[in-house]
């Protein structure tokens, strides 16, 4: 089964830990699971970075003043987001 994952929710947001736990069990399972941040949840780059496969928005993550970091984060769009919908047999999402 394929996931595609949306975190919306910002810096206070408790979310992101329940992403983590959902897309690490999701992975153990053999299941695949992508991330795509947005909106406020982008400031979650960093913590999630460890997980791999995490899609940052670029044009939010620009406005708020974020760079390109680990190399397992990468900036996109929502045309990205898009594709991973496509594929998902499953889209969760947070906000």
């Keep these: 089964m394929t996931f595609a994952v949306l975190l919306l929710g910002g810096a206070r947001h408790e979310a992101v830990h329940t992403v983590r736990e959902f897309v690490m069990a999701a992975r153990a399972a053999g299941h695949r699971a992508d991330v795509f941040l947005a909106g406020d949840g982008v400031v979650h780059g960093s913590a999630l970075a ?17 760079t390109p970091g680990p190399d397992s984060v990468r900036f996109g769009s929502l045309a990205d987001w898009a594709e991973l919908c496509r594929v998902a047999d499953r889209t969760l999402v947070f906000g």
Excluded: E, I, N, P
């Design 50 to 66: 460890a997980l791999g496969g995490v899609t940052l928005c670029g044009a939010d993550a620009r406005w708020r003043g974020l």
